[in-house]
């Protein structure tokens, strides 16, 4: 099922490196920005994930939480955030894929062998759980549109 601009955006329980859950409705009031992407370390992956660090004041000055989103444990994501310096992004873990089912962006092919991963996607959550943005990338290599991102968290306040 896809997800249309304008609906309740489907919420999740999902922890953290630091065994924490986290839930969309843990965020009720604030704006959300899920950043789907496939796996630690991959060229890209860390890219974004970097990007989204670096901008990360710029959201939170749109009264926006970045979050990241794999299919890699926990264990794995806190050592990529420890590698990469991801100190103030929170990193969550769908391990057993059912956020990325909810979000309709199960991606195969991602490398040899390694089904089941997110497809890079992007949603902006408005803070009363409503979808008000989507991109979901064709190819796994695709980069996201931040300036897009930005511009509809912006529109928000």
């Known amino acids: 099922?896809?997800?249309?601009?304008?609906?309740?955006?489907?919420?999740?329980?999902?922890?953290?490196?630091d065994k924490k859950l986290h839930?969309?409705?843990?965020?009720k009031g604030k704006?959300?920005?899920?950043?789907?992407?496939?796996?630690?370390?991959?060229?890209?992956?860390?890219?974004?994930m970097c990007t989204v660090q670096e901008n990360?004041?710029?959201?939170?000055?749109?009264?926006a939480v970045p979050i990241g989103i794999s299919v890699d444990s926990i264990f794995a994501l806190g050592k990529f955030k420890e590698d990469q310096k991801l100190g103030d992004l929170t990193l969550i873990s769908d391990v057993?894929?059912?956020?990325?089912?909810?979000?309709?962006?199960?991606?195969?092919?991602?490398?040899?062998?390694?089904?089941g991963v997110a497809r890079?996607?992007?949603?902006?959550?408005?803070?009363?759980g409503i979808l008000r943005y989507a991109e979901?990338?064709?190819a796994f290599g695709d980069f996201p549109n931040f300036e897009a991102i930005q511009n509809a968290v912006k529109s928000l306040n």
Do not use: H
């Not at 099922?1 to 490196?17: N, R, V």
């Not at 704006?31 to 974004?48: Q, Y």
């Not at 990360?56 to 009264?63: D, G, T, W």
């Open 1 to 17: 099922m896809s997800l249309t601009i304008g609906q309740k955006a489907p919420d999740f329980k999902l922890p953290d490196p």
């Open 136 to 138: 979901v990338l064709p």
């Open 56 to 63: 990360f004041n710029s959201y939170a000055s749109m009264n």
């Open 96 to 115: 057993k894929k059912e956020t990325i089912a909810a979000y309709d962006i199960v991606g195969n092919n991602f490398s040899v062998g390694y089904d």
């Open 31 to 48: 704006n959300v920005v899920l950043f789907f992407f496939p796996g630690a370390w991959s060229g890209v992956c860390t890219k974004e």
């Open 23 to 27: 839930s969309l409705a843990d965020y």
């Open 120 to 128: 890079r996607a992007t949603f902006v959550i408005d803070k009363e």
